[in-house]
Structure formats: C-alpha cells, structure tokens
C-alpha cells in the first residue's frame, strides 16, 4: 500500500513538472530614450488625425456656397513670439484655366500671405504661457461665382521662432 501511494504520488509529481515544461514563455527587451529640450517651440494640431489627410471644403447646396475649414493647433515658445508665413499662395484648381478659388488662411485670426517677411502670429507672452488658437482656411468667391468641377490644392505653412528682442535672425 505505501508502494503504491509513494508511486501515485510520484506520477502526480512527474505530471505536474511535466506540464510547466510545456509552458510557453516569451520576453521581449528594448530601450526607451527621451530628450527634453529646454527651450520647447512647437506648433502642432490639437487633433492629430486630420493633418496628413485631404481635407473637404464642402458645398452649401441650399446657400450656393462653399464651406470653410478651422482646426486648432497647440503653440508655445518660451523665448519669442511665433511667425508664420505661406510658401506659395494657396488654391484650389479644377485644371481649367481662370477658374481657381483663392483661399484666405488666417492662423489665431491673423491673416497670412506668401510674403518672404513673416507675419507674427503669436505673441511672446501668449508664446511663452503655450495656447492654443485657431487655423481658418476660407474660400474667396470668384468675380462669376463657382464654377463646377472637382477642385483640388495645397496650403503650405511654414511657422518660425521669432528672433528675441535685441538679437537678429542669421
């Protein structure tokens, strides 16, 4: 009888460390790395998902007219003011000629051009503190009104940390 409780007990035992081996295990090991700037400037959208997608402009069917778009974007600059200037005048073209739609951009309700001077967007205290403010894309009704047809374009931005006061940019 303790023979046969002794071998039950052992095959229990064997069974049991039988099972954990057959147990799968995986580990995984990577590094994590972080810098922290100092002097933080960024200008980024608040809602991250739309950036790098076409966005729509849509049309008003019972006013025959065409929407506008506004998104908001997060600021801060702990040294300076923010400028910001177009690259290229934007529009919006079907292919045909004389029928592009002019766009009127205006970023924390500043109006932007394709000048080479930039034009100041955010102040350095609004800067300094961080907020966020709004990007406004409009349509500028063409002298005849819409033409129909599928229009397409690119607004360019490019924003830059303002030069401190008493200093000159390079």
């Not at 035992?13 to 400037?41: C, D, I, K, Q």
Request: aromatic share 8%; hydrophobic share 40%; with cysteine.
């Amino acid at each position: 009888m303790i023979k046969q409780c002794t071998a039950a007990a052992l095959m229990a035992a064997t069974g049991l460390t039988g099972a954990l081996a057959w147990a799968a295990r995986e580990e995984h090991t990577f590094e994590v790395s972080l810098t922290v700037p100092n002097r933080p400037f960024y200008v980024i959208p608040a809602e991250p998902d739309w950036i790098h997608r076409p966005q729509q402009l849509w049309w008003d069917y019972p006013k025959a007219t065409l929407g506008s778009l506004e998104k908001n974007f997060d600021v801060r600059h702990d040294s300076s003011a923010i400028d910001a200037r177009l690259l290229f005048e934007p529009y919006l073209e079907n292919g045909r000629p004389n029928e592009a739609i002019m766009l009127r951009v205006t970023f924390n309700n500043v109006e932007l051009s394709a000048q080479p001077v930039p034009r100041q967007v955010v102040s350095r205290e609004e800067a300094a503190s961080g907020k966020r403010v709004a990007l406004k894309i409009e349509p500028i009704e063409p002298a005849g009104g819409y033409r129909s047809g599928d229009y397409h374009g690119n607004v360019l931005l490019m924003f830059s940390a303002a030069a401190p006061a008493g200093e000159t940019a390079p």
